[in-house]
């Protein structure tokens, strides 16, 4: 199984950028999606998260972030928008094979795989 995330890169503060994460090697369509990221000096934090009938944010990217899922794609996405300076980070899809509550979908421990990464940088 693999994950391949992209999308990262340069943006200014208040500007824009959509991630993908592409699942290969098996499907999750019946179970969860993630994205978690972490800034330099910093621990991992979790984002946002999706499954088959829930989505749920973080409060730092409420408002801001959106996270969906293209079932037939076996892909996950994050929309960003208004980004700050601190959501520079480097930005990591994760999934689980199997069913979850959704006030369990924040924890990094839950998840079976995880992609390699992908850098947001936000500055001006």
């Known amino acids: 199984v693999q994950l391949q995330a992209s999308g990262g ?9 959509r991630l993908s994460c592409e699942a ?3 499907t999750f369509n019946n179970g969860v999606m ?4 972490q800034a330099p000096g910093k621990e991992r934090e979790w984002v946002a998260a999706i499954n088959t009938y829930s989505t749920r944010h973080a409060d730092s990217v409420k408002g801001r972030f959106t996270i969906s899922r293209d079932g037939a794609k076996n892909a996950v996405y994050l929309q ?3 980004l700050k300076p601190e959501d520079t980070a480097v930005y990591y899809c994760a999934a689980r094979n199997g069913r979850i509550i959704s006030g369990a979908m924040d924890r990094a421990g839950v998840y079976d795989y995880w992609g390699q990464g992908t850098l947001v940088t936000v500055s001006s």
């Open 80 to 82: 960003m928008h208004s």
């Open 9 to 17: 890169g340069l943006v200014q503060p208040g500007g824009s950028l």
């Open 34 to 37: 993630g994205w978690f990221r």
């Open 24 to 26: 290969s090697g098996r």
